[in-house]
């Protein structure tokens, strides 16, 4: 009942930066945990970022500290992902995805999940 739809995704050089997100519908968006994970081609679901329900509680891959900041904000019912500093292998298709658990870091805590928008950064 929850819908996502990602945008922000394109073709960045090597060093540059974007900024993802995601917006929800059909649900409460403060009841949310949000969450961003990234698939690249012939590799699996990996977890990138997470922010709890009131936005007090962010969590990141070791791999990407330092790189990428998650936000909320509830009046727009959006989540948003920052990413700098891109590298070749950030190439993935980046998925938005929503849980009912107050905070969560793994993949099958989450219920509802976008389509995806995909990332792609030149070297």
């Known amino acids: 009942q929850v819908q996502l739809v990602e945008s922000g995704g394109g073709l960045v050089q090597r060093g540059g930066s974007l900024k993802l997100s995601c917006v929800a519908s059909?649900?409460?968006?403060?009841?949310?945990?949000m969450g961003w994970f990234r698939q690249a081609p012939e590799k699996g679901r990996e977890f990138v970022a997470a922010?709890?329900?009131?936005?007090?509680?962010?969590g990141y891959a070791d791999s990407m500290k330092g790189r990428v900041t998650i936000s909320k904000d509830n009046a727009k019912n959006t989540v948003f992902l920052q990413i700098n500093s891109l590298k070749p292998e950030d190439t993935a298709a980046y998925y938005c995805a929503a849980g009912r658990n107050y905070f969560a870091l793994r993949e099958s805590d989450y219920a509802y999940w976008g389509q995806g928008t995909q990332v792609t950064v030149s070297s």
């Open positions: 922010i709890s329900r009131t936005g007090g509680s962010t």
């Open positions: 059909g649900g409460t968006f403060s009841n949310y945990g």
